[in-house]
């Protein structure tokens, strides 16, 4: 019987906590032997912003996932380059690991922008959507995934929802914080914290 992968996808700048506590739960809930945490290159939905660097993203989730034997990072997306497309990096996982079943941790707010991403039908035969839906938001949009997804996934994939709490964190609020001078403790790890003030990084 094969592994059960989790695929975290995203630009991580910066990593959060609210990133760790819904893979976590992700991990708990699917019973995941591991969440692999894709680090993009350049996301297609953000190219006109310049992120942090690779090198500093990389090492930001390196730190944040640091301690826990669940959670590993996948640097595919860097060192591929260019603009970063989730089929491709998932097509070379599913080669690497052909008895593995591939879950793709995303929130249940993609499922909307889902007809923007690239090949999306081949993206959910080769995974299962693990659909993160966050207290207070309501039901995924599941109408939305059919036209991608056999009639007889959906019900499979319905049953991997994982219900998460409302977390009021995100990295551009966090990068926003940093610019005001403001504290960003407990909203990210303490080492992630101290990293992004050696650096000196999002100052204004």
């Not at 922008?113 to 839906?133: G, N, Q």
Request: charged share 25%.
């Amino acid at each position: 019987m094969g592994t059960r992968l989790g695929i975290f996808g995203g630009s991580f700048d910066p990593i959060h906590n609210g990133h760790l506590l819904l893979a976590e739960l992700c991990c708990e809930s699917l019973g995941l032997d591991q969440v692999r945490f894709l680090i993009a290159n350049v996301s297609p939905f953000k190219t006109g912003t310049k992120p942090a660097s690779t090198k500093d993203r990389t090492e930001m989730v390196k730190l944040a996932i640091g301690g826990n034997p669940k959670f590993a990072i996948d640097t595919r997306e860097i060192d591929r380059g260019g603009v970063s497309y989730t089929i491709d990096s998932v097509r070379s996982i599913a080669k690497e690991n052909p008895e593995s079943s591939l879950f793709f941790l995303m929130g249940a707010d993609a499922i909307v922008d889902i007809a923007k991403w690239r090949e999306p039908a081949e993206l959910f035969r080769l995974v299962t959507p693990a659909v993160i839906s966050r207290g207070g938001v309501g039901e995924p949009q599941w109408d939305l995934l059919q036209p991608y997804v056999e009639p007889s996934r959906l019900k499979e994939i319905e049953k991997a929802k994982v219900a998460a709490p409302q977390v009021e964190i995100s990295s551009f609020d966090v990068k926003t914080r940093v610019m005001q001078g403001k504290s960003i403790r407990y909203q990210v790890p303490r080492s992630v914290e101290m990293f992004i003030q050696e650096q000196q990084l999002y100052r204004a």
